[in-house]
């Protein structure tokens, strides 16, 4: 069955780092676009970033402006893993923070993770 | 940016139809989705290009889209329904996400 698991997340100083990673397994990940979307507390879901599928994945990313130039998306395929890394951490980016699949391409998100936390916090 | 809104809370008795609105700029034209997330546990997605319902989705929710509204049904709403609802379609290159709206049976 497919499962995608978080991992990389805890607590961090503002100005700071931090990736997240997210293991992908009973499905063939290279076929599939993949997101990260967040959860603040209390708050609903945000869209984070997307990237592509295939070799050529890596260079098709798309962010949220909220984390663009500060968040990069990337995988990889061999490892059936995705990544984000952030950086310049704010605390308005305190969040869960989930892995998910895109069903079909700029569609629909049709498997998550149970989600990893980041809290950006002095 | 492109923008949808949701109500923040729908109230419904056991038994009765259950129904969410999400609204956005010629909504009708693209493809939604809806989510159900209960507390603490991770979204769960419930339909799929307007009308479609995953493997395992009980057949009592449907969802419709037209013009500017999308609406998720759910009829013979149970206790086991009551959580929080998401609407997400895309804009341009971006995935975009309803407020989200709690559901209460009662």
């Known amino acids: 069955q497919v499962q995608l698991v978080e991992s990389g997340g805890g607590l961090v100083k503002p100005g700071g780092a931090l990736r997240l990673s997210c293991a992908a397994s009973?499905?063939?990940?290279?076929?599939?676009?993949m997101a990260w979307i967040r959860q603040a507390p209390g708050k609903g879901l945000e869209w984070v970033s997307y990237?592509?599928?295939?070799?050529?994945?890596?260079?098709?990313?798309y962010y949220a402006d909220s984390v663009k130039g500060r968040f990069t998306i990337s995988r990889d395929n061999a490892k059936n893993s995705l990544y984000l890394q952030m950086n310049s951490l704010r605390a308005e980016d305190t969040a869960v923070y989930y892995c998910?699949?895109?069903?079909?391409?700029?569609?629909?998100?049709?498997?998550w993770g149970q989600g990893i936390q980041v809290t950006v916090s002095s | 940016s492109y923008d949808l809104t949701q109500p923040p809370s729908v109230s419904v008795s056991p038994g009765q139809t259950a129904s969410i609105t999400c609204s956005g700029d010629?909504?009708?034209?693209?493809?939604v989705s809806w989510y159900q997330q209960k507390p603490g546990q991770s979204p769960l997605l419930v339909i799929y290009?307007?009308?479609n319902r995953p493997s395992g989705i009980p057949e009592r929710f449907s969802g419709s889209n037209s013009g500017n509204t999308a609406t998720l049904t759910i009829r013979g709403t149970q206790p086991m329904d009551e959580a929080d609802y998401y609407c997400?379609?895309?804009?341009?290159?971006?995935?975009?996400f309803g407020g989200g709206t709690k559901l209460t049976v009662l």
């Open positions: 009973g499905f063939t990940f290279s076929d599939y676009y």
């Open positions: 998910a699949r895109d069903g079909a391409v700029a569609a629909y998100f049709d498997y």
């Open positions: 290009h307007h009308t």
């Open positions: 010629k909504l009708g034209d693209k493809f």
């Open positions: 997400q379609a895309w804009g341009s290159s971006t995935a975009v």
């Open positions: 990237i592509g599928s295939g070799d050529r994945g890596n260079s098709i990313t």
